[in-house]
């Protein structure tokens, strides 16, 4: 157990819908990292938050944003979904602002019909 | 913008030492060499960080030439359980604005019995 939690583990919608996932990062950790992984596909870097902001920008489409809360857990917001938007999405957590060794939690499968 | 290259696949047998190699050509002079293993369905997992020469902890050990255009991680004596994808990252450990992160797709590695 990394100490970052998810939720929720599974979501399945239609095309054209908008979700919400969520993170918790490690007690004490500042930066919040999203990733995307399509089947069979190495990780995507999306976006990282440190202690509320914008720290690094990734491959982020602009139907997906995200935001770091003052309790420093974060919501990925995915709207006009579409097909292949379907994936697992992690988060990780890191105590500093770029440090190599990141804390990932167990992932959202998000599925769109 | 560093960009690492790796097998995508290996075979091995338990009990083998295994050594997955990774080129960074353009790795820059800050830049750290972090390496995660990914099992299926699963968030990755940090296995070890180095900057130069070798760095050993309880499951790995990693190998950075001088001139630090790839590294090599060593798993000894592997085991069944060490089935997994094997991740190479380079990145700044005092990351700058906008920095992203690229993981790519991996080795893919296979213990068999």
């Known amino acids: 157990d990394s100490g970052v939690t998810q939720t929720p583990k599974h979501l399945i919608t239609a095309t054209g819908q908008r979700v919400t996932l969520r993170c918790s990062p490690r007690?004490?950790?500042?930066?919040v990292y999203w990733y995307q992984q399509s089947l069979d596909q190495g990780l995507q870097f999306l976006i990282q938050?440190?202690?509320?902001?914008?720290?690094a920008k990734g491959n982020i489409l602009e139907r997906f944003s995200a935001q770091q809360f003052p309790d420093l857990h974060s919501e990925l917001n995915l709207s006009s979904l579409e097909l292949g938007d379907s994936a697992l999405y992690f988060c990780?957590?890191?105590?500093?602002?770029?440090?190599?060794?990141?804390?990932f939690g167990p992932g959202t499968r998000l599925t769109v019909l | 913008l560093a960009k690492t290259t790796q097998p995508i696949s290996m075979d091995s047998y338990e009990g083998q030492e295994v050594n997955i190699t990774c080129s960074h050509n353009n790795i820059a002079t800050n830049d750290y060499i972090t390496w995660y293993q990914q099992f299926p369905s699963q968030g990755p997992r940090f296995i070890i960080q180095?900057?130069?020469?070798?760095v050993t902890n309880e499951v790995a050990s990693l190998f950075i030439p001088a001139d630090r255009k790839s590294s090599t991680l060593s798993l000894p004596r592997v085991s069944l359980s060490d089935t997994a994808v094997y991740y190479c990252?380079?990145?700044?450990?005092?990351?700058?604005?906008?920095?992203?992160?690229?993981w790519g797709l991996g080795t893919s590695l296979a213990v068999n019995p």
């Open positions: 990780a957590s890191s105590p500093g602002q770029g440090r190599g060794e990141q804390f």
């Open positions: 990252l380079v990145g700044d450990r005092n990351a700058g604005n906008n920095r992203k992160l690229i």
């Open positions: 180095g900057y130069k020469t070798k």
């Open positions: 007690s004490g950790d500042l930066s």
């Open positions: 938050y440190y202690n509320g902001e914008e720290r």
